[in-house]
């Protein structure tokens, strides 16, 4: 399977506890987003990487988050001090910039639970 | 800012039946739109969009999009809705910085 691809798919954890997740973009892909969805609720923009640099930062990205794509390809977002507002699905969508930049591939997603 | 509403909760279908899903959008400038859909305990799958050119645009699936730039419509169709449509549908527009923002989303159930 070439898709994007995401690790854990599940995570629960205590409140209190720092998590990171990883995503896999689709390979060659040079752009890679992360979103947040809640239940009932469409997923909303984090922040996205073009190769290794971080281009854009959500405000609800506070400063317990952060996200790196270190060599430009895989990206790790870590949530430290987790806190029950935190539970969610965390999804990560690759593209590929010029050929194809308006469609974002998503991956299965990671869906956190904190208790 | 760019967003898009999408004002219903479920949408109900016989199966055999047109399936159609409403998304109304609000913008500055040339609107970038999208439909999503996603199943149980999956990610969203890309089925269309629409960024320039003829205003029905055709995707995966069977499912096609109108574009209306009068009524600032870009609805989902389905000429014939089968039972492995049920699922969440998700529209969506793109701003300047490459951003999507997404509708609630409707959740389609299509009835044998």
């Known amino acids: 399977d070439t898709g994007v691809s995401q690790d854990p798919r599940h995570k629960i954890t205590k409140r209190g506890q720092n998590v990171t997740f990883r995503c896999d973009p689709i390979?060659?892909?040079?752009?890679l987003y992360w979103y947040r969805q809640t239940l009932g609720q469409g997923p909303e923009f984090l922040t996205y990487?073009?190769?290794?640099?971080?281009?854009?930062k959500s405000r609800l990205l506070s400063d317990r988050f952060s996200a790196e794509r270190p060599k430009g390809s895989f990206s790790t977002l870590e949530i430290q001090r987790t806190e029950q507002g935190d539970s969610a699905m965390y999804l990560c969508?690759?593209?590929?910039?010029?050929?194809?930049?308006?469609?974002?591939?998503f991956g299965p997603g990671t869906r956190l639970t904190v208790l | 800012a760019q967003s898009v509403a999408q004002p219903e909760d479920q949408v109900n279908v016989a199966e055999g039946n047109p399936l159609t899903v409403k998304c109304t959008y609000s913008?500055?400038?040339?609107?970038?739109l999208f439909w999503y859909v996603q199943y149980p305990n999956r990610g969203l799958q890309f089925l269309l969009k629409?960024?320039?050119?003829?205003?029905l645009v055709k995707g995966s699936y069977g499912f096609e999009a109108e574009f209306n730039k009068s009524q600032t419509s870009f609805h989902l169709k389905k000429p014939s809705a089968l039972v492995s449509d049920s699922a969440l549908y998700f529209c969506?527009?793109?701003?300047?910085?490459?951003?999507?923002?997404f509708g609630k989303g409707n959740q389609v159930v299509v009835i044998p």
């Open positions: 969508a690759s593209s590929l910039v010029p050929e194809d930049t308006d469609t974002q591939y």
């Open positions: 390979s060659e892909h040079n752009r």
């Open positions: 990487f073009q190769n290794e640099a971080q281009l854009e």
């Open positions: 913008v500055s400038g040339n609107p970038y």
């Open positions: 629409y960024i320039t050119g003829d205003n």
């Open positions: 969506a527009v793109r701003d300047v910085r490459n951003r999507l923002a």
